[in-house]
C-alpha cells in the first residue's frame, strides 16, 4: 500500500475551475486536421466530458513513447524527455474561461465577455471556426456548469439573488428551459448524464446532496447525500455513479443512478489528484507515482514512476486515459497517453504549462492553457491522439 503521506500532498488550487471570458480577436489560415484556426482573446477550465472513439483504440499519429526501462509495477516510468509534435492554438481566450466539453467535432466552453457581466456558452466547431454564443445569461447570472449530451446543451446557472438552477437548451440556441428547482444554496454541479436524467451535485443544508433531475423537467430526486465537500469528480460507470468524498480525503464511492441505496465505499484510502475510473481499476497519482485500485477496492498500488511529479488522470478514452502534468509556465510539463490495461505511455504535448485535463472526439484532445507570457489569456489547443 502507497504511503498515505503522499496521498496528502496539497491540492493545487483548481484555478482552472474558475469562470471564463473570451473576446474573439481575429481569424488565422491554418489547422489541426484541415480546417480554419482561430486566435482570440479569452479563456478557460475544465470538465470532464468528451466523446470516444467508436473503436475505443484512440488512434491518432501525435509523438512517440517516452518511456525507459526500469518502472515498478510492471510498467516503465515516464522519462522526463519528450518528443512529440506540437499542439495546434485553436482559441485564445481570457483566464477566467471555464468548462470545456467536447460533442462530436464541436467543442462548447463557459466565458465572459470583456465589459459586461454575463457569462456566455461559447461554440468552437471542428473547423476551428468561432461559431459564437449558443447561451447568454441574463446580466448578473453566471453559468456554473455545463454538460453536453446528443443533442442538448444542460448547464447550471446562478441568480445574483443566490439561487442555482438547472436549465437546457438546444445547440442551435434558443430559450432556455428550466429542469431543476431553484437550490437556495447558489451552486451545483453537474456530474454527468444519460438518456433520461442530469446528475447534479447541490449544497443542501450543511451537507451534499447528489440528485437525478429528469430531463424532460418533470421532478428530481435525491440519490445520495453525504458530510463535507462531496462528490467531485464525478463519474457514470455502467449503473453507477462513482465520485470522491470530502474534497478526496475520505476516498472513493459509489451509488446505483437509480437510487434506492446508500453510498457504499469502494475505498478509504485519499486521492488528491484528479482520478478516473476505468475498465482496469480506478487511477489516482500521488506525487511521484501513478498508481491504481481494483474496481472491488482495496488498496492503490503503484503503477508506473512519475519523474516529473504528480498528474491528473483524464477520464477513459476507450482503452487509454491522459496523465496531465500538475505543471506550471516556470515549470512546464508534458501530456501523455497511457493504456488502461498497462503499457508504454506516449507523448502528445511538450512543455506543456497550467492546462486543464483533455477532452476528446474522434479526432482528437483538447485542453485549455494558461498562456506563459500573458497573464490575462488562455488558450484553447488541440493536439493528435
Not at 137 to 155: C, H, I, K, Q, R
Request: hydrophobic share 35%.
Amino acid at each position: 500500500m502507497n504511503s498515505i503521506l503522499l496521498r496528502f500532498v496539497r491540492r493545487p488550487a483548481r484555478t482552472l475551475r474558475a469562470r471564463s471570458e473570451f473576446h474573439f480577436v481575429t481569424l488565422v489560415a491554418g489547422s489541426l486536421f484541415g480546417g480554419a484556426l482561430l486566435v482570440a482573446c479569452g479563456s478557460s477550465a475544465p470538465s470532464h466530458q468528451s466523446t470516444t472513439s467508436a473503436d475505443g483504440t484512440g488512434g491518432g499519429d501525435g509523438g512517440v513513447p517516452s518511456t525507459s526501462p526500469g518502472g515498478a509495477g510492471g510498467e516503465s516510468p515516464a522519462s522526463t524527455s519528450c518528443n512529440a509534435p506540437a499542439p495546434v492554438l485553436r482559441v485564445s481566450a481570457t483566464a477566467l474561461a471555464s468548462h470545456l466539453v467536447a460533442a462530436k467535432e464541436d467543442l462548447y466552453f463557459i466565458d465572459m465577455p470583456p465589459m459586461t457581466t454575463s457569462t456566455q456558452i461559447r461554440h468552437v466547431g471542428g473547423d476551428g471556426q468561432d461559431d459564437g454564443a449558443i447561451y447568454a445569461s441574463p446580466e448578473g447570472s453566471t453559468l456554473l456548469s455545463v454538460w453536453a449530451a446528443a443533442d442538448t446543451m444542460y448547464f447550471v446557472e446562478s441568480t445574483p439573488q443566490g439561487e442555482a438552477a438547472l436549465y437546457r437548451v438546444p445547440y442551435a440556441g434558443g430559450d432556455k428551459t428550466k429542469l431543476s428547482k431553484d437550490y437556495s444554496s447558489g451552486s451545483a454541479e453537474i456530474g454527468g448524464a444519460d438518456a433520461n436524467y442530469v446528475y447534479v451535485a447541490v449544497s443542501q443544508d450543511g451537507n451534499y446532496e447528489l440528485r437525478r433531475v429528469a430531463a424532460d423537467g418533470s421532478g428530481e430526486t435525491v440519490i445520495a447525500s453525504l458530510p463535507g465537500l462531496a462528490f467531485r469528480d464525478m463519474q457514470i460507470f455502467g449503473s453507477d455513479m462513482w465520485f470522491l468524498a470530502n474534497d478526496g480525503l475520505d476516498g472513493y464511492y459509489k451509488v446505483p443512478l437509480s437510487g434506492g441505496a446508500a453510498p457504499m465505499q469502494i475505498s478509504p484510502e485519499p486521492c488528491q489528484f484528479e482520478a478516473s475510473v476505468t475498465s482496469a481499476g480506478v487511477y489516482c497519482s500521488d506525487a511521484l507515482s501513478l498508481t491504481r485500485m481494483p474496481l472491488t477496492g482495496g488498496d492503490y498500488t503503484k503503477v508506473m514512476d512519475l519523474p516529473d511529479g504528480g498528474v491528473d488522470v483524464s477520464p477513459p478514452d476507450g482503452d487509454f486515459v491522459y496523465l496531465t502534468p500538475k505543471s506550471t509556465p516556470d515549470h512546464p510539463g508534458v501530456l501523455r497517453k497511457f493504456p488502461v490495461a498497462g503499457g508504454t505511455t506516449k507523448d502528445l504535448a511538450c512543455g506543456r504549462g497550467t492546462m486543464t485535463i483533455p477532452v476528446f472526439n474522434d479526432g482528437g484532445i483538447y485542453w485549455l492553457e494558461a498562456d506563459a507570457t500573458d497573464s490575462s489569456k488562455m488558450n484553447l489547443y488541440a493536439a493528435a491522439k
